[in-house]
């Protein structure tokens, strides 16, 4: 670890590592989420006892919402982060940028969470390199410690500070799969898309749909789901099912709204799309 700070640095001289405005990360109103199980029950513990909670589940079937709904509930600023491969260590931790006034370190958005209590999400964290998601683990597990060794400084997490992952198994490859010494910090929540009258009422809420029309819905993604592995890697997500609602809702006709909202989204292969189509239509002979 380095013992000295680069020239025209020290913490003191740090903009961020003092009280920071958090408000732009509260949730102003209760973002809507129905519960599908013990889901709520589960998080709380888990927060209650600080434990790391990681979210796993297709896309599109509410994992983001359910963390927006829990930081609003228990009253945390939710800071997310979007994993990507190129993502180092140092984009979640932070760095020394050069400015007029010299080098100033900026903590990046991981320790901007764990300073002052906030409850960090890195959303499809799979993708990040296995180099960089290991600055996570002192801070999941007893020590609760993020060591910034640029700024030789130990940032012991705020008694509120709370980690959540995400990630949709089944897409990544081995490669890309969670060390074991990632994942078994983690408590983990599963995800699927709803029972068909729990999502009808979600696409109801969410897309202005009438129930007849939620219904139908519901029943063209079960027909998509049905082609999963067989030509299509995943079915409709219910976030589909709600495109295709918002505009059926709003006079696109059905059969537009699901090729616009649904079908052509999600394959580009040609036969596939006829396929589906006709599944679909088949769904309702
Ligand atoms: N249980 C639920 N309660 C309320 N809304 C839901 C629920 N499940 C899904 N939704 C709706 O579905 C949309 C998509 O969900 P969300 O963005 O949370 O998916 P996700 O699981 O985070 O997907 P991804 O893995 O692609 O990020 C939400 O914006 C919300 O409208
Ligand atoms: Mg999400």
């Known amino acids: 670890m380095p013992t000295a700070f680069p020239a025209g640095s020290s913490p003191a001289g740090s ?5 920071l405005d958090l408000s732009a990360y509260r949730l102003a109103a209760e973002p809507y989420y129905r519960p ?3 889901e709520i029950a589960v998080f709380e513990a888990a927060w209650r006892h600080r434990l790391p909670v990681m979210l796993k589940g297709p896309t599109g079937c509410g994992k983001t919402r359910f963390v927006e709904h829990m930081a609003w509930r228990l009253g945390r600023p939710l800071i997310t982060v979007a994993a990507h491969e190129d993502m180092t260590a140092a984009d979640l931790a932070g760095r020394f940028l050069l400015t007029p006034e010299g080098t100033v370190w900026h903590d990046g958005p991981l320790t901007q969470a764990v300073r002052h209590g906030a409850i960090c ?12 998601t290991v600055v996570i ?16 400084e130990l940032v012991a997490a ?15 490859s081995a490669v890309k799969d969670l060390k074991e010494s990632t994942k078994q910090r983690f408590i983990a929540i599963d995800f699927d898309y709803p029972a068909p009258a729990l999502e009808a009422e979600i696409v109801m809420r969410e897309a202005g749909a009438d129930a007849a029309l939620a219904r139908t819905l519901v029943a063209i993604a079960a027909c998509s789901r049905n082609l999963r592995g067989h030509g299509l890697d995943e079915g ?16 696109v006709s059905l059969e537009a709204a699901v090729q616009a909202g ?6 580009d292969d ?16």
Request: aromatic letters at 6%; glycine letters at 6%.
């Open 158 to 172: 705020h008694a509120d500070f709370h980690l959540v992952i995400s990630y949709n198994p089944g897409y990544q």
């Open 15 to 19: 903009s961020s590592a003092g009280a």
């Open 36 to 38: 599908v199980g013990d």
């Open 236 to 251: 409709a997500s219910t976030r589909m099912l709600i495109h295709a609602g918002r505009l059926a809702a709003g006079g």
């Open 262 to 267: 649904i079908v052509l989204p999600i394959t």
């Open 121 to 132: 999400y890195l959303d499809e964290i799979v993708e990040a390199r296995q180099d960089t």
């Open 137 to 152: 683990h002192p801070l999941t597990d007893a020590r609760r410690m993020l060591p910034l060794e640029k700024r030789n």
């Open 270 to 285: 040609a036969d596939m799309r006829r396929a589906l189509s006709a599944a679909i239509s088949a769904c309702f002979a």
